[in-house]
């Protein structure tokens, strides 16, 4: 428990981050008000006790909606790490096994090809396309992703191959594969948790930024991005339509952020001062 | 160093190369002949024929291939489906709105970061050092374009100092220009200048806790001193990286931030040709970001080995 302490970032971190989750999770089962269902009658109207976050111009429940849209960034933001953490760990263990061969080289610079295309830029050819759709946005940050882990892993295990108990393994008689699995991955998958908390919240972010240009999720799936674009016209008068999902935005990507420094303080103390 | 520099050309060229067949294959996949969209149902046969002629769309994928790398090489983009204008006049128009944008914003990330991040490394473990990493975390948190709507609401609706949006253009002269891309350098320059303080401060706080710094203090240097004549240049290299970086994310972020702003900039020309399905427009404009993103990574590879000599040696 005292480790919990070290941290001052963990608490806030695991607090916002759970607080969104379950949103997410709560909205399954339960929302305030139905979003799909609109209440001309009631359309924009400033927050109260019975729509706290206020309503939108089709009469909508904005902290419904909210719940709801937690749900698509948080499952957009998953997958895609989940994406790149299934295709860039193996491609890193296996470059790290087989460093400076032709293998590493290759993997390399496909990793320098896919950093030179912005995740937008991925995601505005994937919609030239085949259409702009939440799957697609999945798309565009999972490729994105895969050379971030692959990097991270390589360089971890890079570091890992030329120890004494790997020197053991090896001796030993298990193949590059076997090391690779049972003795380095085990020990860069801290590293990796650290560095997917932080993916997962730049993906929130590139998803907001996707639905807001209206690449990402369509209507009528409730997203961050598309709240923000819809209230763009409506800002002059109807501000609130535009504070509250910016705000659950900053909030879980603040909270996720927080969570990430405060796992690597925990999980990687020689990495502690070195986060930017 | 011309050993470096020449495995960094070759590996320049083939990144090129590579980026420039994925973005025709993918672009290569998509069903529908543009000929027979910009003609409409009733053209007869030999004038589509025709048209696909002065397109480059007849021929094999290599020399369709070839003939588009040949274009992009000399200048010429093609011609748009749906504007009917060269493409490459169409880029040139608006590349005058978002390059001076992208800057812009990197400019003010650079005046912002560096001495903030000199300042809190300066300061480190004090308020100051609190104050100002606290504010980068939530600089690095908001999403710029949800910042970029807060500003129009107070200084643009509410103080009416800018305009909500548009752009002035050149021909107004300099500074109007220039103000209408302010507020969008600085909701664009937002996250990269924290980003950028919080390596800055890491890099220098690192640099500071080497051991010729301590010679440096030793020999009867202050702290300031040691910092600014010892510290500062060696902090530099990870900043470069990611000022390098933070380039490809400035021009991704402009597609949006223009949007926000309508200003006619690149972002918002292939916005306009997704819906209208003119591909050779997001071909050639991706392809324009994407050769940026390239050039400024090499620019930084070689701006390294001008500033840390050890690195020459080591890749040469």
Request: glycine share 8%; charged share 15%; net charge positive.
């Amino acid at each position: 428990m005292t480790m919990f302490l070290h941290s001052r970032t963990l608490i806030p971190g695991m607090v916002l981050t759970v607080l969104f989750a379950g949103a997410a999770l709560i909205s399954l089962v339960w929302v305030p008000y139905d979003t799909t269902v609109l209440d001309i009658a009631n359309k924009i109207k400033s927050p109260s006790w019975a729509h706290p976050f206020g309503t939108d111009q089709f009469g909508r429940d904005i902290l419904s909606m909210i719940m709801v849209g937690a749900r698509t960034s948080i499952a957009v933001a998953l997958v895609a790490v989940g994406i790149g953490m299934v295709a860039g760990v193996p491609l890193g263990l296996a470059a790290a096994a087989r460093r400076g061969g032709m293998l590493d080289e290759f993997i390399m610079r496909m990793n320098d090809l896919v950093f030179a295309f912005p995740s937008l830029l991925i995601a505005v050819m994937i919609t030239a396309v085949f259409g702009a759709s939440a799957l697609n946005a999945i798309i565009a940050i999972g490729i994105f992703n895969i050379p971030v882990f692959a990097r991270l892993t390589r360089g971890a295990a890079l570091s890992l191959w030329s120890r004494e108990y790997i020197m053991a393994a090896r001796v030993a008689g298990k193949g590059a594969a076997r090391i690779s699995l049972e003795h380095i991955l085990p020990n860069v998958a801290n590293l990796l948790i650290v560095q997917g908390t932080i993916q997962f919240s730049l993906g929130i972010l590139a998803e907001a930024g996707l639905s807001y240009v209206g690449l990402g999720a369509q209507p009528p799936v409730a997203s961050w991005g598309r709240m923000l674009a819809d209230s763009q016209t409506m800002i002059s008068f109807a501000p609130h339509l535009a504070l509250f999902p910016g705000l659950a935005i900053l909030l879980t990507v603040l909270g996720l952020n927080l969570l990430g420094d405060g796992l690597r303080d925990i999980l990687d103390p020689k990495l502690r001062r070195a986060r930017t | 160093m011309l050993r470096y520099f020449l495995k960094r050309l070759l590996s320049l060229v083939l990144s090129l190369l590579a980026a420039s067949v994925v973005i025709f294959l993918a672009l290569e996949v998509v069903p529908g002949d543009p000929a027979a969209y910009m003609l409409g149902l009733n053209a007869q046969e030999d004038t589509l024929n025709a048209l696909r002629e002065q397109l480059g769309l007849n021929g094999t994928l290599l020399e369709r291939y070839l003939s588009w790398v040949g274009g992009l090489l000399t200048g010429d983009f093609g011609i748009s489906y749906t504007y009917r204008t060269p493409v490459a006049d169409m880029i040139g128009d608006r590349l005058w709105v978002s390059l001076p944008l992208a800057l812009y914003a990197l400019t003010l990330s650079t005046l912002i970061a560096f001495p903030a991040g000199i300042w809190a490394a300066s300061r480190r473990g004090t308020y100051v050092d609190a104050g100002v990493m606290g504010v980068t975390q939530l600089g690095v948190a908001i999403p710029n374009f949800w910042f970029a709507m807060l500003m129009v609401l107070v200084f643009a609706i509410n103080l009416r100092w800018f305009s909500a949006g548009g752009f002035a253009g050149w021909d107004a002269g300099f500074w109007a220009g220039m103000k209408s891309l302010t507020l969008p350098a600085i909701a664009l320059a937002l996250p990269q200048a924290s980003i950028l303080t919080r390596v800055m401060r890491s890099s220098l706080l690192d640099t500071l806790s080497e051991d010729f710094i301590r010679t440096a203090r030793a020999k009867g240097l202050t702290k300031a001193q040691a910092m600014w004549r010892h510290a500062l240049r060696n902090a530099l290299i990870p900043v470069l990286t990611i000022l390098g970086l933070q380039f490809s994310f400035l021009l991704a972020g402009a597609i949006i931030i223009e949007n926000v702003f309508y200003l006619p900039g690149l972002g918002r020309l292939v916005f306009q040709a997704i819906s209208a399905r003119d591909l050779i427009v997001v071909e050639s404009v991706v392809m324009l970001l994407v050769f940026a993103v390239i050039m400024v990574n090499f620019a930084v590879d070689l701006a390294y080995a001008l500033v840390d000599p050890r690195l020459r040696r080591r890749a040469g």
